[in-house]
């Protein structure tokens, strides 16, 4: 005698995908829905239960409802030119009106009252584009743990670094032409006393500390972007 057609509506239909890598474990939600009128009883069955850990793995789906079930793979070494040949089993059946005990329910189930629907697993790698640099400024664990207030004050921070870049941009350049109208004055105005040659060497000083200033701050600006940007990805 045939079976009865599957009443559960489930989502994904025919495959559960594993998304590695598979050092940690990996889960894939199964989506069980009853769009009846009458209550259903459900079991989540594989060809590896080693491998897998399935919960719930058994219930009752109230009429018109849905439930997740959370199939999580356990870590495994992955070899992508081995095939995945596990598979999954969701098994259902009409729940009585007077059931009391599931378990009894299912041992006295008839085979034409009892429905089921087959999936595969497949296992995915994620693509190279996918994966994070491990070239990072910041190591991995220190770069997970800045949260949204630990962003918005480093973003501050470049803001507040580019505005000081900027003065003293323009402090430089003032410099400049203040120096440029000193060196003037002083070589139409030059007295046995004055050295012209002292002078420029003072200027030339003043220039390259503040050359110095605008490198640090142009070298640490650049680093603090280069975290942002890496917290972006």
Same mark, same amino acid.
């Given at each position: 005698?045939?079976?009865?057609?599957? @009443?559960?509506?489930l989502e994904?239909?025919h495959?559960l995908?594993f998304?590695g890598?598979?050092?940690?474990v990996v889960?894939?939600?199964?989506?069980?829905?009853?769009?009846?009128?009458?209550?259903?009883?459900?079991k989540?069955?594989?060809t590896a239960?080693r491998?897998?850990?399935?919960?719930p793995?058994?219930g009752?789906?109230?009429?018109?409802?849905?439930i997740?079930v959370?199939?999580?793979?356990q870590?495994f070494?992955?070899?992508?030119?081995?095939?995945s040949?596990?598979k999954f089993m969701?098994?259902s059946?009409i729940?009585?009106?007077d059931?009391?005990?599931m378990e009894? @329910?299912?041992?006295e189930a008839?085979p034409?009252?009892?429905?089921?629907?087959k999936?595969?697993?497949?296992?995915?790698?994620?693509?190279?584009?996918?994966k994070?640099t491990?070239h990072s400024v910041l190591?991995k664990?220190a770069?997970?743990?800045?949260d949204?207030?630990?962003v918005?004050?480093?973003m501050?921070?470049?803001?507040?670094?580019?505005?000081?870049?900027?003065?003293?941009?323009?402090?430089?350049?003032q410099?400049r032409?203040?120096?440029g109208l000193r060196?003037?004055k @002083?070589?139409?105005?030059?007295?046995p006393?004055s050295?012209?040659?002292s002078?420029?060497?003072?200027s030339?000083m003043?220039d390259?500390?503040?050359s110095?200033?605008?490198?640090?701050l142009?070298?640490?600006?650049f680093?603090?972007?280069?975290?942002?940007?890496?917290?972006?990805?």
């Amino acid at each position: 005698m045939a079976r009865t057609e599957q @009443v559960l509506v489930l989502e994904p239909q025919h495959e559960l995908k594993f998304r590695g890598p598979f050092t940690d474990v990996v889960t894939a939600t199964l989506k069980l829905t009853n769009p009846t009128a009458r209550n259903v009883c459900f079991k989540v069955k594989t060809t590896a239960p080693r491998r897998y850990c399935v919960r719930p793995n058994s219930g009752v789906i109230d009429a018109g409802t849905s439930i997740n079930v959370s199939v999580m793979l356990q870590p495994f070494d992955y070899d992508p030119n081995e095939k995945s040949k596990h598979k999954f089993m969701v098994q259902s059946m009409i729940a009585p009106y007077d059931m009391t005990d599931m378990e009894g @329910v299912w041992k006295e189930a008839k085979p034409e009252e009892l429905m089921d629907s087959k999936l595969r697993c497949a296992f995915e790698m994620p693509l190279e584009n996918d994966k994070t640099t491990e070239h990072s400024v910041l190591p991995k664990s220190a770069s997970a743990s800045l949260d949204d207030g630990e962003v918005k004050k480093i973003m501050e921070e470049c803001k507040r670094l580019q505005m000081e870049v900027q003065r003293l941009r323009e402090e430089n350049k003032q410099i400049r032409e203040d120096d440029g109208l000193r060196k003037r004055k @002083v070589t139409s105005m030059a007295t046995p006393h004055s050295s012209p040659s002292s002078t420029m060497a003072t200027s030339t000083m003043r220039d390259e500390g503040l050359s110095t200033r605008l490198l640090a701050l142009c070298v640490l600006f650049f680093v603090i972007g280069v975290i942002v940007g890496k917290l972006a990805l």
